[in-house]
């Protein structure tokens, strides 16, 4: 059995499947891992709990496989979050520094203040990021404490969620008679699974296409510049292949994984596929380009929405390294080429990386998340111990020093 002390669990609640990696932290402080659970999730729609019994099942039964596998209980997880409902925005925060030398009470007065915006009662901060510091109109500093100055900035970037939509999830986890550390915007997760330190400080694109949701984060210089959430993501593209194929959501979805292509041109009219029927007919055969062409304008449609929400937010411009596609659809053949047409820029498949143990079985799109959130809470539990906690004193300097320690 594993040591319960360094066992970090992800859970990443999402539309299509619920999936749960189980790591455990070696003698150097990386992250091995031991366990993977999943099953189909029955009561999220694009992103958002709506039937609490039918999520509570799905998550149970992705934790018991993953505790067969590790050989170790559950006792609490870090939670991904996601939903149209994420709103995200850059804030700005000026104090004077008390002694005229930056201390850590004063990084943490700077944050506060740029994190003093007002949001509707029913929303929250989920996460307050750290985009640089700025002293005496010097800016581009990174680690502020020890500098000597008269004026203190901060440049963050602050996520926003629903209120009800993070106390379902915790609910949910605790219905499992499981305890939830932190709650994690999803495509920051991924991010810390799938991106480079060299991408991010040269400008990149995350872009995570889930079953229901399309989660867009841009980082530029070490940091997060911009997040966003569509309401399309892949199961989008298995009703338009049921409706187009006249087909059960369940055969589409079974067909659009396995002979689902975004590119037309990759597959040949020869090729054909069986087809089920609804209502008890006979199945049919058909063309795999049939198929092709009835997911390629979907998949055009949602890299379209994603150019015209970059190049609102101006982002377009500072993206040199790119696009990062992760995500159970980023599985889709062809789908690359589709978004470097669309978006005129390079992509690449994002898969997990910086996990050893088992890391083979996490190595695809779909476990980006999971994987991610065992990579946050081992950061966090690398940095400060008094992460675990949500709220209260603490809580600012935990986010701001665990930025500095990823980014100095």
Excluded at 143 to 148: A, K, Q, T
Excluded at 235 to 257: F, M, S
Aim: net charge negative; hydrophobic share 40%; glycine share 10%.
């Amino acid at each position: 059995m594993a040591s319960k002390s360094n066992i970090i669990v992800g859970l990443d609640i999402g539309t299509t499947n619920v999936v749960v990696v189980v790591g455990q932290l070696n003698s150097e402080g990386r992250v091995d891992v031991i366990g993977l659970g999943s099953s189909p999730s029955r009561g999220l729609r694009k992103g958002v709990v709506i039937n609490i019994e039918a999520t509570v099942e799905s998550i149970q039964k992705a934790i018991e496989q993953a505790q067969t596998m590790a050989g170790s209980e559950i006792k609490s997880v870090y939670a991904s979050i996601s939903g149209s409902h994420i709103k995200g925005l850059n804030s700005h925060g000026i104090v004077g520094i008390k002694h005229k030398e930056v201390s850590r009470s004063d990084v943490e007065r700077v944050i506060e203040a740029a994190e003093a915006v007002a949001i509707p009662m029913d929303r929250e901060v989920l996460h307050v990021l750290p985009q640089e510091f700025i002293i005496d109109d010097q800016d581009g500093i990174k680690e502020p404490v020890g500098i000597s100055g008269v004026r203190l900035e901060a440049r963050v970037h602050i996520v926003t969620g629903a209120v009800a939509s993070a106390q379902n999830i915790v609910k949910c986890a605790n219905r499992c008679g499981i305890a939830v550390d932190d709650i994690v915007l999803g495509s920051l997760a991924s991010g810390k699974s799938v991106l480079s330190p060299e991408e991010q400080e040269l400008g990149v694109c995350l872009l995570d296409i889930g079953g229901g949701t399309t989660d867009i984060t841009v980082y530029h210089g070490g940091a997060v510049k911009f997040t966003a959430v569509l309401a399309v993501g892949g199961n989008h593209i298995t009703n338009d292949v049921a409706a187009g194929l006249r087909t059960p959501i369940a055969a589409a979805e079974e067909i659009k994984c396995k002979f689902g292509a975004a590119l037309s041109t990759l597959v040949s009219k020869e090729e054909t596929l069986e087809v089920p029927s609804t209502g008890g007919r006979a199945p049919r055969v058909l063309s795999k380009s049939v198929l092709a062409e009835i997911i390629e304008p979907r998949v055009t449609e949602i890299f379209s929405l994603v150019q015209a929400e970059l190049a609102k937010a101006r982002m377009d411009e500072i993206l040199t390294s790119g696009v990062v596609l992760t995500g159970g659809t980023a599985n889709l053949a062809g789908i690359r080429q589709v978004a470097e047409q669309v978006l005129s820029m390079p992509v690449r498949i994002g898969n997990p990386a910086g996990v050893g143990g088992l890391a083979d079985l996490v190595k695809s799109p779909e476990y980006a998340t999971a994987t991610g959130l065992v990579l946050w809470g081992a950061h966090a539990a690398n940095t400060v111990s008094s992460s675990r906690s949500r709220s209260g004193v603490g809580r600012t300097w935990q986010r701001v020093s665990d930025w500095l320690a990823e980014h100095f």
